[in-house]
C-alpha cells in the first residue's frame, strides 16, 4: 500500500511539471504567432487590428481549445460534499478520509452554476496565472519602459496638464463609476439578483478605481506609427504612464477602507485614513524609486564602469529591479516606484552610460516590454475559458460599459476646459474627443482584477473588466486610424523638428521658457 502510494506520487509530480511544460509551450506557441501577425500586419500597413487585439484573439481560440478538449477528470472533483459544522471557510483544512488526515488550502469561492466537471481540470488550473505573476514579473518591465522611453522636453512642457488628467481624472472616473455601477448594483438587490450585503458601495468604488487605469498601448502605437501631433501624443502618454501608477495606490486605499459600523456608510475617520495611506504610499514609492535611480547616476558617473559596458548594463538593470523589489518589501507601491525610477534613471544615469550600454539599455527593456505585454494580452484571451469562476451578470455588464464611459467623458472635457483658461497653447476640441475616443482598458486593470478573486462580488467584477477591455481593444483600438482622418488631426510629424519650429516662432517674443512655465505650472496656479 505505502508502495503503491508512493508511486502515485512520483506519478502526480511527473504529471505537474509535464503539464508546466505544456503551458510554457503554449505560451510559447502564442507569442510566435503573434509576432508573425504584426510581421505580416506591418507589411501590409493593416490597421484595423492592433497586435495585441490579435494576441487576445489567438489566446481566446486557444483557450476554447484547452477547456474543451482536454479530458474531463475524476467525477469526484466536481462533487460538493456538505460540512454543517463549519460556519467558515477557514484558510487550512485538514480532512480524515478513512484514518488517513489530508490538507487541503482555501483558494475562492465558488457560485453554485460554477459547479461542474471542470473545476477539477488540472490543466485548466495550471493556465490560471497566480496574480503575483503579473504584478512581480510582467508589470514591471511594462512601466519601467514607459518611463524610460519618455520623452522629457514633451512631457514637462505638458506636465500640469499631464498630472490634472493623472491625477484629478483618476480620481474623478473612480467616483462616476462607483456611483454608476452602485445604482445598478441597487437595481440588481431589488430585483433579487444580488443581496444587499454582498456588494457594497465600497466594492463599487473599489471597481472604479481599478476601471480607471487606461492602456491606450494600442492608440499609442498607432499615434508612434503615424507621427501623429506631438502634444496629443504627449498628452495621452503622459496620462496613461501616471494614471496607471494612480490607480494602483487607488485601488489599495480603497480596498482598505474599513468603516466600524456600516459598510455603505460615510465614516470621515476611515476615508481620511484611507486618503493618508494614499498620499503616503505614493510619496514613499516616488522617493524610493527616485532614490535607487540617483544612486545608479552617481555610480555610473563617478566610477569607470564605462569601460565594462557589459557590468554597467547589469548593475543599472539590478538596480532599476532593487526600486520595485525595495518598495515591494517596504510595504509601499512597487509599480510607482519603477516608474518614477524609470524617469529619473532616463533623465540623469543615460547620460552617464556608454554608447554600447546607451543602446542595450533601450534594447533590453524595449524587448521586454514587448514580450511583457503580448504575454498578458494573450493571457487576457485565455482567460475567458481557463478562468473557471467567472459570473456573467447582464444587467452588471451593461451598467459598467456605460458607467466606464460617461466617467471617461466626466474626466476629459471638464478638465480640457479648466486647463484652457490657463494654457497658452489650447487643447482643441478635435484633441478632447481623440482622448475621450482612446480611454482604452488593459493589462493594468486586468491585473489588478484578477489579483482578487476570493469572493463573488469580485469574480463578477473580474468578467466585466475582461469584457470591457476586450470591447475597448478591438473596437477601440481599430478606429483609431478612421478617428484620425474623421478628427483631421495632423500626421506625420517630427518631434524635434515640430519642437524646433514652434521655438522659432516664439524667439521673436522671447516667449518660449514663460509658455513652457506656463503650461508645466498651471496645475499648481489653480
Not at 60 to 71: C, E, F, H, N, S
Not at 437 to 448: D, E, K, T, V, Y
Amino acid at each position: 500500500m505505502e508502495k503503491l502510494k508512493k508511486y502515485l506520487s512520483v506519478k502526480d509530480e511527473d504529471q505537474f511539471y509535464h503539464q508546466g511544460a505544456v503551458e510554457l509551450l503554449v505560451f510559447n506557441f502564442l507569442l510566435i504567432l503573434t509576432i508573425l501577425t504584426i510581421w505580416l500586419f506591418k507589411n501590409h500597413r493593416f490597421r484595423f487590428l492592433h497586435e495585441t487585439g490579435g494576441a487576445m484573439l489567438y489566446g481566446l481560440v486557444m483557450g476554447l481549445i484547452i477547456r474543451y478538449a482536454t479530458k474531463a477528470p475524476d467525477v469526484e472533483s466536481g462533487t460538493v460534499y456538505e460540512c454543517e459544522k463549519l460556519k467558515s471557510g477557514p484558510p487550512t483544512l485538514l480532512i480524515n478520509i478513512t484514518n488517513q488526515v489530508y490538507e487541503y488550502q482555501y483558494k475562492r469561492e465558488i457560485s453554485h452554476h460554477n459547479v461542474n466537471g471542470h473545476q477539477g481540470n488540472a490543466m485548466l488550473q495550471k493556465m490560471t496565472f497566480d496574480p503575483s505573476i503579473f504584478f512581480n514579473i510582467l508589470l514591471p518591465p511594462i512601466i519601467f519602459h514607459a518611463g524610460y522611453s519618455l520623452k522629457k522636453r514633451h512631457f514637462f512642457r505638458n506636465l500640469g496638464s499631464i498630472l490634472t488628467y493623472a491625477f484629478l481624472g483618476t480620481a474623478i472616473s473612480c467616483i462616476v463609476i462607483g456611483l454608476i455601477t452602485y445604482g445598478f448594483v441597487k437595481a440588481m438587490v431589488h430585483i433579487g439578483q444580488l443581496k444587499g450585503w454582498e456588494f457594497h458601495f465600497t466594492d463599487c468604488l473599489f471597481f472604479g478605481s481599478l476601471m480607471s487605469a487606461t492602456d491606450p498601448v494600442t492608440v499609442l502605437a498607432i499615434f508612434h506609427e503615424l507621427h501623429v501631433d506631438t502634444d496629443l501624443y504627449t498628452l495621452l502618454f503622459g496620462e496613461s504612464v501616471l494614471n496607471d501608477a494612480v490607480a494602483i495606490v487607488l485601488t489599495y486605499s480603497i480596498s482598505i477602507y474599513s468603516p466600524k459600523e456600516n459598510p455603505n456608510a460615510f465614516d470621515a475617520a476611515a476615508f481620511f485614513q484611507s486618503v493618508g495611506n494614499f498620499l503616503g504610499i505614493f510619496a514613499g514609492s516616488f522617493a524610493m524609486g527616485s532614490s535607487y535611480a540617483v544612486v545608479t547616476a552617481l555610480l555610473t558617473k563617478f566610477t569607470k564602469l564605462c569601460e565594462f559596458p557589459m557590468l554597467e548594463t547589469g548593475l543599472f538593470f539590478l538596480l532599476s529591479w532593487s526600486a520595485f523589489l525595495s518598495a515591494e518589501a517596504a510595504g509601499l507601491t512597487g509599480i510607482v516606484a519603477v516608474l518614477f525610477c524609470g524617469v529619473t534613471q532616463a533623465h540623469y544615469t543615460y547620460n552617464n552610460l556608454s554608447p554600447d550600454s546607451k543602446m542595450r539599455t533601450k534594447q533590453l527593456f524595449e524587448f521586454m516590454n514587448f514580450l511583457a505585454e503580448n504575454v498578458i494580452f494573450c493571457y487576457m484571451g485565455l482567460a475567458l475559458f481557463t478562468f473557471q469562476n467567472h459570473l456573467f451578470n447582464p444587467l452588471f455588464i451593461f451598467g459598467a460599459f456605460v458607467a466606464v464611459f460617461v466617467a471617461r467623458a466626466c474626466n476629459i472635457y471638464p478638465l480640457s476646459l479648466l486647463l484652457n483658461l490657463g494654457r497658452k497653447q489650447k487643447i482643441p476640441r478635435n484633441f478632447q474627443h481623440m482622448m475621450m475616443f482612446s480611454g482604452l482598458r488593459g493589462a493594468i486593470a486586468f491585473a489588478l482584477a484578477i489579483r482578487d478573486t476570493e469572493s463573488q462580488p469580485k469574480q463578477m467584477m473580474f468578467t466585466t473588466a475582461l469584457l470591457i477591455v476586450f470591447f475597448t481593444v478591438w473596437v477601440f483600438g481599430g478606429g483609431t486610424t478612421p478617428m484620425l482622418t474623421w478628427l483631421q488631426i495632423r500626421v506625420g510629424i517630427d518631434p524635434d523638428e515640430d519642437l524646433k519650429a514652434e521655438a522659432a516662432s516664439q524667439s521673436s517674443s522671447n516667449l518660449d521658457k514663460n509658455t513652457t512655465k506656463a503650461e508645466s505650472a498651471w496645475l499648481f496656479r489653480i
